[in-house]
């Protein structure tokens, strides 16, 4: 509340103690006074009473208690057009020192809404508009209020997404920094046919003005990822399906491209995997996360997996599903493995998203796998170490 707010409330209880012009007797009788002061939350405990409220702690019908409040204010107006007292004071507040200021409600209703906003705002907005129809004889200002006309929104500057996972992306002990003149040369190594649909997942392309080219994406949130890069200030340039890494595994030959590799202003360089949440988890997953992982402390690149906004911490402090998880830990002990019928009778019998499961297969270090679904035990569970070192202390 600012000074003008609390000598509005002075005023107000000087206004209420007022006395007649003989100076015998006060303005208001008790029982008005009080009436008043509960309704406009200015008694004791400084809480609003309603109408109901009162007429019970009186024993009085609720028609008596609004009648009270309007004697109060017929009362109090037959002073507000002096400027000398304490009522006369409270008119030329909530009028602006405008006598004229009642015949616009329209701009009466802006010019109150202004001033509770600015001196009042612990007073509620109902019951100082409420106040000052009574006090101004202005009726339905709170419906003129809706009518007048709004002033624009000031403009705001685009929000930098890339600031919320800056501090989520994991740095080797040495970091190389890489000059413009010195960046290696990539290109998307694989084609996208933006009419391909694949679940929610859509593919397509859009022109980045960063690049100067087309960009293409293979889900909804490499878009969205890809516009934030757009959009930050730190980010020099960048480059989808950059290069493809080979490995070994029993004799056979993998091959894995990461979705982005991102070169900042400050001349670091980041690889970005992105993955929605639920499907982090995935064993699949995190064994390419790893070797890319190791492949980018090689380079002396940052490396991430995130769905753009959120990375395996948010899903350690997600909460909970306490019967669910109970039960799917019960059912894995009997059963050793669980099949998508079980896990998803389990999910509808407690409701449980997939994040309930996500959360719960990091928190017990399960090991998953999505496609097809299959869950269960393992000494060193899904989670990577590099991963699991960077949340293993919100574990």
Not at 369 to 390: D, E, F, M, Q
Request: with cysteine; proline share 6%; hydrophobic share 35%.
């Amino acid at each position: 509340m600012t000074p003008i707010g609390s000598y509005f409330i002075d005023q107000l209880q000087l206004s209420l103690w007022a006395r007649t012009k003989g100076g015998c007797r006060f303005l208001l009788k008790e029982r008005e006074r009080d009436t008043f002061l509960k309704l406009y939350a200015l008694w004791d405990d400084e809480r609003e009473w309603h109408h109901q409220e009162i007429a019970d702690f009186l024993q009085f019908t609720r028609e008596r208690i609004r009648q009270l409040e309007m004697k109060a204010f017929k009362k109090l107006s037959y002073r507000k057009k002096q400027n000398s007292t304490p009522p006369g004071r409270l008119y030329t507040l909530l009028t602006g020192n405008n006598p004229q200021a009642t015949t616009d409600k329209a701009a009466l209703a802006s010019y109150l809404n202004n001033f509770h906003k600015t001196h009042l705002p612990e007073w509620s907005r109902a019951r100082f508009f409420r106040f000052a129809e009574n006090f101004l004889e202005v009726d339905k200002l709170t419906n003129a209020l809706k009518k007048a006309p709004k002033s624009p929104r000031p403009l705001r500057e685009p929000e930098d997404r890339m600031e919320k996972i800056y501090n989520k992306i994991i740095w080797p002990s040495e970091v190389i920094y890489q000059p413009e003149s010195c960046l290696p040369a990539f290109s998307p190594q694989r084609g996208i046919r933006p009419e391909r649909e694949n679940g929610i997942s859509k593919a397509g392309e859009y022109f980045s003005c960063l690049l100067q080219r087309n960009v293409f994406y293979e889900s909804t949130l490499e878009r969205a990822f890809f516009k934030a890069l757009e959009r930050s200030d730190k980010v020099h340039s960048y480059c989808e399906q950059p290069f493809t890494l080979s490995r070994e595994v029993y004799w056979k030959t993998y091959s894995y491209t990461p979705d982005v590799w991102v070169h900042l202003k400050d001349g670091r360089c980041m690889v970005v995997e992105i993955k929605p949440l639920d499907l982090m988890v995935d064993t699949e997953v995190q064994r390419k996360f790893q070797y890319l992982y190791e492949y980018c402390c090689q380079q002396g690149w940052g490396v991430l997996l995130t769905d753009g906004l959120h990375d395996l911490s948010y899903l350690s402090t997600y909460p909970s599903n306490p019967a669910f998880e109970q039960e799917l830990l019960q059912e894995l002990s009997e059963k050793r493995r669980l099949t998508i019928g079980h896990i998803s009778a389990l999910r509808k019998k407690h409701g449980a998203t997939p994040l309930h499961l996500a959360a719960c297969i990091l928190r017990h270090n399960l090991s998953y796998r999505a496609y097809p679904t299959l869950l269960w035990r393992s000494k060193k569970g899904s989670i990577c170490p590099a991963l699991r070192g960077k949340i293993g202390w919100q574990l």
